[in-house]
C-alpha cells in the first residue's frame, strides 16, 4: 500500500468526532531519538470534544505499520500556543490534510504559520506568565539561599522572555530561541550573556538578572497583558477569579492566573472590587476584578 492508497483509508475511515486528520511521512533514515520516529507514516487524527488529550494506537494499513496519535482540537491548539510537542506540531503542519470538515485544520495552520491575531495575543499572555512565575520562583530560591535553583530559574524565565521580544517583533519562536534572538542581537541575548558567561559569582549573576527582568515586568505589562485586559473591559459586571480561570481564551494560563491579576492590580492596569456574596450559604465579601 502506498501514501495515496493510505490517504484514501484515513481520508474515508474516521470517528465520527473526528474533524480532520494528517498523515505525515518521516524522512529515511532519520533518527534523534523520539518515539514518533519508530514509525515511517505518523497519523494525526484530530477530534472535537475528546477527553483525553493524547491518545496512541499503533496499526497495521495494508503492510505499512502506522502510529496514530488521537488528539483533542483544544490540545492541539493549547500545544501550538505554548511551543509544545515538537515532534506533534511538526506532523500537523507538514503532513498531508486527507480530511478537513468545514477546513478547521487548514485554518489553524494559515494561523500559525501567518502568526497574526488573535493567536500572537494568546502566545504574547503564555509567555509572559510563565515568565512572571518562573521570576517569582527565582527570587523565592535565592532568598532561600539556594543559588544553584534560582540560576536555572531565571534561565528558564529568560527563555520566556526571549520569546516575548520575538512576538513584538512578528516572529514566530522556534525551538531554538536564542539563535533566533542572537541573530536580532537583542537586549535579552545581552543578559543571556551576561548570565552564563560573566565571571561574578552565581549569586551575583542571578541578582544582575532579576533586577534587568524587575524592570522588564513593570515597562511591558500591559502590552503583553493586553488580551486578558480586554477581557476584563468587555462586560460592565467585574469578573470573579473563578471566571476568568474557567474563560476559554484564558484557559492556557489559568494556572499563573492568579499571580498575574494581583501584578495588573498592583500595577494599577486593573481594580480590584469587594462585592458580598451568598454563597455557601451564608453572606461574605468577595473580591472581583475589572478593567478601565
Request: some cysteine; hydrophobic content about 40%; proline content about 2%.
Amino acid at each position: 500500500m502506498d501514501l495515496s492508497n493510505l490517504s484514501f483509508f484515513y481520508g474515508e475511515s474516521f470517528d465520527a468526532d473526528a474533524i480532520g486528520t494528517i498523515i505525515y511521512r518521516q524522512e529515511a533514515q532519520k533518527f534523534d531519538g523520539s518515539l514518533l520516529h519508530d514509525f515511517d507514516y505518523i497519523v494525526l487524527v484530530v477530534h472535537e470534544g475528546q477527553e483525553a488529550e493524547l491518545a496512541v494506537e499503533h496499526t497495521l494499513v495494508g503492510e505499512l505499520p502506522c502510529q496514530t496519535l488521537h488528539v483533542s482540537s483544544e490540545s492541539l491548539q493549547r500545544w501550538l500556543i505554548a511551543g509544545e510537542k515538537g515532534d506533534l506540531i511538526r506532523c500537523f503542519m507538514e503532513g498531508e490534510l486527507v480530511r478537513d470538515v468545514n477546513g478547521k485544520l487548514a485554518r489553524l495552520r494559515r494561523e500559525y504559520t501567518e502568526f497574526e491575531q488573535p493567536l500572537r495575543d494568546r502566545k504574547m499572555l503564555y509567555e509572559f506568565s510563565r515568565f512572571l512565575s518562573i521570576y517569582v520562583e527565582a527570587k523565592r530560591y535565592l532568598q532561600a539561599g539556594y543559588e544553584v535553583d534560582a540560576y536555572q530559574s531565571v534561565l528558564d524565565s529568560l527563555r520566556h522572555w526571549a520569546r516575548i521580544e520575538l512576538i513584538e517583533r512578528g516572529v514566530l519562536p522556534d525551538r531554538a530561541v536564542w539563535e533566533q534572538v542572537k541573530e536580532l542581537n537583542t537586549a535579552i541575548h545581552k543578559l543571556y550573556e551576561e548570565l552564563t558567561q560573566s565571571k561574578e559569582t552565581i549569586r551575583q549573576r542571578v541578582e544582575l538578572v532579576l533586577l534587568a527582568c524587575e524592570f522588564s515586568v513593570m515597562s511591558k505589562m500591559a502590552e503583553c497583558t493586553g488580551l486578558m485586559l480586554q477581557i476584563l473591559k468587555s462586560r460592565s459586571q467585574p469578573w470573579s477569579i473563578e471566571e476568568l480561570i474557567h474563560h476559554p481564551d484564558l484557559d492556557i494560563v489559568k494556572n499563573e492566573l492568579p499571580l498575574v491579576m494581583r501584578k495588573l492590580v498592583n500595577r494599577s492596569l486593573a481594580k480590584e472590587s469587594v462585592v458580598w456574596s451568598d454563597a455557601s450559604g451564608y453572606s461574605s465579601p468577595a473580591i472581583r476584578y475589572s478593567a478601565e
